[in-house]
């Protein structure tokens, strides 16, 4: 189970290329072994006819006198020489079904020695008068002689007589070696060859797939809004339906942004007619209204603002520079808060792209940004860096009087505020956790090394 997981989690490209490797290094085997045993065939079988035409030469050639065989006296020069390596000798069966030179008719090369012999040889050339028979023996310096044994009934002679001629063939085999050891070298170079071109061809032809892929990552990112290319006949309804699916979440985050604007403008109305009819009609009942009334018209605000966030991160994402809405966050707020002395220290990289809305992006981090400006003495600093690939992080800090830990996981609910005389809703860094949030981020609170609070939120970055 584990190893049929691992491979269908792995690379198609990859998959395809093992497969192809497996069946041409099967195949490439396969195509040596045979070639070396067609070649071995062929090169026994040219040795088997030598020494078939000389067993032929000395049938030919030998004579019978009174019963007894004698040999041709030609024979040719490796014969001669003792230990040559090419043996001849003519036999007969004996009455125990062995087999024995005749008045020691033997090559002059055999020296003392005989050509050995199998125990069921007699027997099987009796089955088989007139036709060879080949097999392996020991030679005189124990080296393996291919040996061809023929048996005949000579005129003059009763008893049949056996023709036996040996080649030492460590040549052949020597032979054999090289054949395959070339032949195995072309053979790897040709399976390089052949590894390199199925690469290529999976490479080539899997092209379209992983252009597919980048073109699919780039609507993701938000560099584009759907799949523009043109693919191959088998690829061309995986990219329609993608830009279908496409379109229909466009429409589906459309149809939720109209519901958003028109729930927002059926209840904004309602809580607007009852706040001023509390307003021009004082009194204790009047009061209980008009503050009921203000409190939902935040908690409509925050869910509002929060359904807007859900249905942006649904959709195609928009590429934001982060270092221009805090360029112009830092001007704004620096303006406001000139007169309290307040200096707004912030560095982002111009490359750096928020993956979502200009506005959601400006929400974040106004409210954080006005935050550290209200409880600060003097100084802001914003940072905002890449934190891999498709996330960053935004980190505003402040060398005011800080929060106690313990009332950090407080102050991000909807509506807390620790400190009533600060002017604002209470709503600022729940807005900041909410969008986080939404876009699957995080909002961190911690201490700062200037002294006050430090707040870190996780969000999607796009690619420049």
């Given at each position: 189970?584990?190893?049929?997981?691992?491979?269908?989690?792995?690379?198609?490209?990859?998959?395809?290329?093992?497969?192809?490797?497996?069946?041409?290094?099967?195949?490439?085997?396969?195509?040596?072994?045979?070639?070396?045993?067609?070649?071995?065939?062929?090169?026994?079988?040219?040795?088997?006819?030598?020494?078939?035409?000389?067993?032929?030469?000395?049938?030919?050639?030998?004579?019978?006198?009174?019963?007894?065989?004698?040999?041709?006296?030609?024979?040719?020069?490796?014969?001669?020489?003792?230990?040559?390596?090419?043996?001849?000798?003519?036999?007969?069966?004996?009455?125990?079904?062995?087999?024995?030179?005749?008045?020691?008719?033997?090559?002059?090369?055999?020296?003392?020695?005989?050509?050995?012999?199998?125990?069921?040889l007699a027997e099987r050339l009796r089955a088989n008068p007139g036709k060879p028979i080949g097999y392996d023996a020991p030679g005189p310096e124990d080296q393996t002689l291919r040996v061809r044994a023929e048996q005949h009934l000579l005129r003059g002679r009763k008893t049949p007589v056996i023709f036996l001629a040996a080649e030492d063939r460590s040549s052949v085999d020597r032979e054999v070696s090289r054949f395959i050891v070339a032949t195995a070298a072309v053979f790897v170079l040709l399976g390089a060859g052949l590894i390199l071109a199925i690469v290529i061809q999976v490479r080539v032809g899997l092209r379209p797939l992983f252009d597919l892929r980048t073109e699919v990552a780039?609507?993701?990112?938000?560099?584009?809004?759907?799949?523009?290319?043109?693919?191959?006949?088998?690829?061309?309804?995986?990219?329609?339906?993608?830009?279908?699916?496409?379109?229909?979440?466009?429409?589906?985050?459309?149809?939720?942004?109209?519901?958003?604007?028109?729930?927002?403008?059926?209840?904004?109305?309602?809580?607007?007619?009852?706040?001023?009819?509390?307003?021009?009609?004082?009194?204790?009942?009047?009061?209980?209204?008009?503050?009921?009334?203000?409190?939902?018209?935040?908690?409509?605000?925050?869910?509002?603002?929060?359904?807007?966030?859900?249905?942006?991160?649904?959709?195609?994402?928009?590429?934001?520079?982060?270092?221009?809405?805090?360029?112009?966050?830092?001007?704004?707020?620096?303006?406001?808060?000139?007169?309290?002395?307040?200096?707004?220290?912030?560095?982002?990289?111009?490359?750096?792209?928020?993956?979502?809305?200009?506005?959601?992006?400006?929400?974040?981090?106004?409210?954080?940004?006005?935050?550290?400006?209200?409880?600060?003495?003097?100084?802001?600093?914003?940072?905002?860096?890449?934190?891999?690939?498709?996330?960053?992080?935004?980190?505003?800090?402040?060398?005011?009087?800080?929060?106690?830990?313990?009332?950090?996981?407080?102050?991000?609910?909807?509506?807390?505020?620790?400190?009533?005389?600060?002017?604002?809703?209470?709503?600022?860094?729940?807005?900041?956790?909410?969008?986080?949030?939404?876009?699957?981020?995080?909002?961190?609170?911690?201490?700062?090394?200037?002294?006050?609070?430090?707040?870190?939120?996780?969000?999607?970055?796009?690619?420049?």
């Amino acid at each position: 189970m584990r190893m049929r997981a691992g491979l269908q989690r792995s690379s198609l490209a990859r998959r395809l290329v093992l497969l192809a490797l497996v069946w041409s290094v099967g195949a490439l085997a396969v195509t040596v072994v045979l070639l070396a045993l067609l070649f071995r065939q062929a090169a026994l079988g040219r040795l088997d006819e030598t020494l078939n035409d000389l067993n032929k030469n000395n049938l030919a050639y030998s004579t019978v006198e009174d019963g007894q065989v004698f040999a041709p006296p030609f024979t040719d020069e490796r014969a001669l020489r003792v230990f040559s390596g090419r043996y001849w000798e003519i036999a007969e069966p004996t009455a125990h079904g062995k087999v024995t030179p005749t008045n020691r008719n033997v090559s002059h090369s055999l020296f003392d020695t005989v050509i050995a012999t199998p125990p069921d040889l007699a027997e099987r050339l009796r089955a088989n008068p007139g036709k060879p028979i080949g097999y392996d023996a020991p030679g005189p310096e124990d080296q393996t002689l291919r040996v061809r044994a023929e048996q005949h009934l000579l005129r003059g002679r009763k008893t049949p007589v056996i023709f036996l001629a040996a080649e030492d063939r460590s040549s052949v085999d020597r032979e054999v070696s090289r054949f395959i050891v070339a032949t195995a070298a072309v053979f790897v170079l040709l399976g390089a060859g052949l590894i390199l071109a199925i690469v290529i061809q999976v490479r080539v032809g899997l092209r379209p797939l992983f252009d597919l892929r980048t073109e699919v990552a780039a609507v993701r990112r938000g560099k584009a809004q759907r799949l523009a290319q043109t693919y191959p006949s088998e690829l061309m309804p995986l990219a329609q339906e993608l830009n279908a699916l496409v379109e229909h979440n466009q429409q589906v985050v459309e149809r939720q942004r109209t519901h958003v604007g028109n729930l927002a403008h059926a209840l904004k109305t309602p809580i607007a007619v009852m706040i001023n009819e509390a307003q021009q009609r004082p009194g204790p009942l009047a009061d209980v209204v008009a503050r009921q009334a203000g409190v939902m018209q935040k908690q409509v605000d925050h869910h509002l603002r929060r359904a807007r966030a859900a249905a942006r991160t649904q959709g195609q994402g928009e590429r934001t520079s982060v270092a221009e809405v805090l360029d112009e966050l830092s001007r704004t707020l620096g303006r406001i808060y000139r007169d309290q002395g307040v200096e707004i220290d912030w560095d982002a990289a111009e490359d750096l792209y928020f993956l979502g809305e200009r506005q959601d992006i400006l929400e974040i981090a106004g409210n954080a940004v006005e935050n550290a400006c209200k409880w600060c003495r003097s100084r802001v600093r914003v940072r905002a860096q890449a934190a891999g690939p498709e996330r960053f992080g935004l980190t505003v800090e402040d060398d005011g009087p800080g929060l106690p830990s313990e009332q950090r996981a407080e102050v991000v609910q909807r509506g807390t505020r620790l400190d009533e005389t600060a002017p604002g809703s209470g709503l600022g860094l729940s807005i900041i956790n909410e969008l986080a949030r939404a876009y699957g981020g995080s909002l961190t609170l911690s201490d700062s090394v200037m002294g006050g609070l430090c707040l870190s939120a996780d969000l999607p970055r796009a690619q420049a």
